[in-house]
């Protein structure tokens, strides 16, 4: 990890509007995320955690919309142009969804979905290129290259999330995001596709967003902890400090749950 921010988040609200109704969904949350540094945030449903990673990648559509800023290469995010968003997004800021049936298309093979990613953020239209990407993006995650031919639907639930990982990190970005990347996973399936995760992460010196509700998964991945509660970080600092040493009443009941569990 290098002491060098490559995202910063400054006073970051988030206001979802529907029917002429607005919902304060993230207050104020500010943070800075280092080069090679996986910062975990951990909070219950509805907490805000979803809805910051989606601004990073400036998802937050019309007639919702974040105020504050995300800086990213001297630029805020947030006033960016679609043009320049579309430079970044999916190419130098990725992300891996909880949903890897419905992120992955249906009606095309593995193979055409990497295709679709290498052609559009890469720009790469030599098919001998796009076989040698493909092949070397499955065996990093430990997949046999005869994947690449198969149907999401005829792959387990494991399988497709190292898919939208390798996917996720082909084009070689410098911040992923991962939402919830284990949901609805076995135990041991989860452990293998963190681990995997992980090691994509520290071998290739991107920087990572860990969003879960699981502190144990937290505990396993991050450098560094923020809790969300409320649409606002309540604690934040390295995991190790706010395990030892919880300051806010919500985060001492997640550690001791935690413990519990441990035990």
Same mark, same amino acid.
């Given at each position: ?28 949350v500010?943070?800075?995320?280092r ?11 509805g907490?805000?955690k979803s ?23 001297n630029?805020?995010i ?7 968003? @579309? =430079? $970044? #997004?999916?190419?130098?800021?990725? %992300? *891996? &969804? ?15 979905n990497?295709?679709?990613v ?16 493909i092949d ?31 996917l996720?990190m ?6 992923v995001?991962?939402d919830e ?10 452990f ?6 992980? @090691? =994509? $992460? #520290?071998?290739?010196?991107?920087s %990572? *967003? &860990?969003?879960?509700h ?23 600092g ?9 300051q ?16």
């Amino acid at each position: 990890m290098i002491d060098e921010d490559i995202l910063s988040v400054r006073d970051l609200s988030i206001v979802y509007s529907s029917y002429g109704e607005e919902k304060n969904a993230v207050r104020n949350v500010s943070f800075d995320l280092r080069r090679g540094e996986i910062l975990g945030i951990v909070g219950e449903s509805g907490a805000g955690k979803s809805t910051v990673g989606k601004a990073i990648l400036g998802l937050i559509e019309p007639p919702s919309y974040a105020r504050g800023q995300i800086t990213f290469e001297n630029r805020n995010i947030l006033e960016m142009s679609e043009y320049r968003l @579309n =430079k $970044i #997004r999916w190419n130098k800021i990725t %992300m *891996i &969804f909880q949903a890897s049936m419905n992120s992955l298309n249906p009606v095309q093979s593995i193979e055409s979905n990497f295709i679709s990613v290498i052609k559009d953020k890469m720009k790469i239209n030599d098919k001998i290129e796009w076989e040698r990407l493909i092949d070397e993006a499955l065996l990093s995650v430990s997949l046999p290259i005869e994947v690449k031919k198969k149907f999401p639907h005829q792959l387990s639930g494991g399988m497709k999330q190292r898919i939208l990982i390798s996917l996720a990190m082909i084009t070689n970005p410098q911040v992923v995001i991962a939402d919830e990347p284990t949901t609805a996973l076995d135990v041991i399936t989860e452990f293998y596709v963190l681990s995997v995760l992980k @090691n =994509k $992460i #520290r071998t290739s010196g991107a920087s %990572m *967003i &860990f969003i879960t509700h699981d502190l144990p998964a937290i505990v396993f991945m991050a450098d560094t902890l923020a809790v969300m509660r409320y649409g606002e970080i309540i604690e934040h600092g390295p995991v190790s400090n706010v395990l030892s040493k919880p300051q806010n009443d919500y985060t001492k009941k997640l550690v001791g749950a935690y413990y519990e569990v441990e035990l």
